[in-house]
Nanobody, 120 residues
């Protein structure tokens, strides 16, 4: 089956940077949209950024100009470069992707999450 594995989370001071990675593995024929979501305690999960396989990107307003999403299609990997981090960016960050395991079956998959904590 398909697995999404995130890495790169951790503790960083306000104004600092982190780079998250998410690698998809398993029986993969194609990947369309890849995205990062986040969920803070007591809040709903929100879409942070997404990218299509044609390179189109989309960001939530609160991260525009600070976060950059990118992907390496050869490695089935999506990245989230996070700069100028703020305490309100603290959350568990989840990778999400639309993946075809055969040409008649597209599925939506989630990673297990990686914690990002922004604190002095």
């Amino acid at each position: 089956q398909v697995q999404l594995v995130e890495s790169g989370g951790g503790l960083v001071q306000p104004g600092g940077s982190l780079r998250l990675s998410c690698a998809a593995s398993g029986r993969i024929l194609a990947i369309n949209t890849m995205a990062w979501y986040r969920q803070a305690p007591g809040k709903q999960r929100e879409l942070v950024a997404s990218t299509t396989n044609s390179g189109d990107t989309n960001y939530v307003d609160s991260v525009k100009g600070r976060f950059t999403i990118s992907r390496d299609n050869a490695k089935n990997t999506v990245y989230l470069q996070m700069n100028s981090l703020k305490p309100e960016d603290t959350a568990n960050y989840y990778c999400n992707a639309d993946i075809a395991t055969n040409w008649e079956a597209w599925g939506n998959y989630w990673g297990q999450g990686t914690q990002v904590t922004v604190s002095s």
